[in-house]
């Protein structure tokens, strides 16, 4: 997949993600959120008033901290996709 599919096929998830109405898993939530920041490259530190919820957030970017965009990417559109063909 070239740079502009790979693009193409990630905006398509993120807008699959942001239609879906039903409340995902929190591990799934994570995930994204992580791939999502990583692929987007705004990897700020996650602040919020819920100092467990920051934590969580921070370590599910370091686990991120080895992959490019372009990984980072794939990674979020194979979760999306994992996500849809097995939930229940």
């Known amino acids: 997949m070239n740079s ?10 993120v807008q699959s ?3 879906h109405n039903e409340a995902f898993p ?3 939530l994570l ?13 700020d530190s996650s ?3 819920n100092p467990i919820i ?3 957030k921070t370590n599910a970017l370091f686990q991120t901290k080895d992959l490019s965009e372009d990984q980072a990417k794939e ?7 994992q996500y849809f063909l097995y939930r229940k």
């Open 4 to 13: 502009e599919e790979l693009n193409i096929a990630f905006l398509k998830a």
């Open 17 to 19: 993600i942001n239609e």
């Open 26 to 28: 929190a591990d799934v």
């Open 31 to 43: 995930r994204l959120y992580a791939y999502y920041k990583k692929a987007t490259n705004s990897e």
């Open 47 to 49: 602040s919020g008033s």
């Open 54 to 56: 920051s934590a969580f």
């Open 75 to 81: 990674a979020y559109i194979n979760a999306v996709t």
